[in-house]
């Protein structure tokens, strides 16, 4: 995961980040050429099988530096995951066609801070669920992603255990017609610890 935080204005509310190429459509043609969204690049995917695992190890990399931040995304599909071929706009075509593509994970509009496992497995769970609705026949490419995830986070085994519990918990709301589990919302969680009037 790279991304770079240049400058935030608290005055005006405004974030001044690195611009990722292919995240918007650029009037260069190149620019447009050297970025694409993960979940079109999967879905489309026709490419080599070595190259296809970096990209789905990357995924599950990704979402581990975040969590060791203990940063929790809350909308976790592969629209909100964006792959940038190359970093730097200068860079020759030639010498950008050999390297790795870039993973950057974006819209952080539903994100907060939390130190609890099962927060993180709940970001698990709701990217596996709209991985496997977007991408069909996936569970290999899901088991590849976390195995990449189990690999760089620092509290996997405790998170993974709390994915199972979510998991079956999510199997019996889906039994009685909720799509998808979610955690409390931070606000929630505040009011539990609360006491009470009585």
Known sequence: LEYFFFFNDTATTEIYTEQIVGSVRCVQETDIKHGIQ?????????GKAEDLEFILKSVGASIARVHNADIIHGDLTTSNMVLSEHKYDDINFEIAK????????????LSYVSTNPEDKAVDLYVLERAFLSTHPDSEAWLDIVLKSYQDHCKSADAVMKRLEDVRRRGRKRLAFGCLLYTSPSPRDRQKSRMPSSA
């Open 38 to 46: 993960c979940k079109q690049k999967l879905i489309d995917w026709n």
């Open 98 to 109: 050999k390297i790795k593509p870039i993973m950057y994970l974006i819209d952080f509009g």
